[in-house]
């Protein structure tokens, strides 16, 4: 079964500096019938504008991925991180037992990130951050590892996020297509982050969110160029 949620239908709040919209009940946005899939808790769609971004604030007990789909993130945290995701990088943040951390926009243009939170396989893991490059250049074309969890994906280097789930992202030209197998009883959620996608024969249109179940396999092919992130979830 494949379910397009519509960028449009989305919940939506517009604090200024920071104009959100969320995939799934976050916040003041409640939707019962949207409260995640599997361990994806989170899915923010975020538009920062320049020199602002979220003060020191504090995390537990979350894997948190921000991806970065125009301009840059700078974090920094407690634990002596600090480090600038350009667009098209990745950031992962393992809160475990507790972080403290910053992420501002202190460029002088827009930044828009998916932020990407996943629930971990138990509480009370070591905090830990670190960045990952996007599939770019030789890379593109084809599904690469952003992060995992998964048996299956540890004989690699990927950033480990506690969980049994993977994070994977793709650029594609037009007409080019990627398939990613689905586990028994696995799903998925994907989001096109540039472009148009057709999953399975089902059309979806940048920035919309995509529930995948019941699926063994997922065709994604690209009308027009176009940019994605999947997640891979028990």
Do not use: Q, V, W, Y
């Given at each position: 079964m494949i379910e397009i949620r519509p960028f449009g239908t989305l919940g939506h709040a517009n604090h200024g500096w920071l104009d959100a919209y969320h995939h799934f009940s976050f916040a003041d946005y409640m939707d019962p019938k949207r409260m995640g899939v599997g361990p994806l808790r989170v899915w923010n769609d975020d538009t920062i504008t320049a020199q602002s971004g979220f003060p020191p604030h504090?995390?537990?007990?979350?894997?948190i991925i921000t991806y970065v789909r125009h301009g840059a993130i700078t974090h920094e945290d407690n634990l002596g991180n600090r480090g600038r995701t350009e667009a098209g990088d990745v950031q992962i943040m393992s809160a475990g037992t507790g972080i403290q951390?910053?992420?501002?926009n202190i460029e002088d243009e827009t930044t828009q990130i998916f932020q990407i939170w996943i629930t971990p396989d138990r509480q009370g893991h070591a905090p830990r951050w670190e960045t990952r490059t996007f599939p770019r250049g030789d890379n593109a074309g084809q599904l690469v590892m952003l992060a995992s969890g998964r048996a299956e994906d540890t004989n690699t280097y990927v950033p480990i996020i506690h969980q049994d789930a993977a994070l994977l992202g793709?650029?594609?030209r037009d007409g080019q297509s990627v398939t990613?197998?689905?586990?028994a009883g696995r799903k998925a959620y994907l989001v096109p982050s540039k472009g148009v996608l057709e999953i399975n024969g089902t059309t979806a249109q940048e920035r919309d969110g995509v529930v995948v179940v019941d699926e063994s396999e997922i065709r994604i092919t690209a009308r027009g160029d176009a940019e994605l992130v999947l997640a891979d979830l028990p």
């Open positions: 504090g995390h537990r007990d979350m894997e951390h910053s992420e501002f793709a650029t594609l990613h197998a689905l586990g």
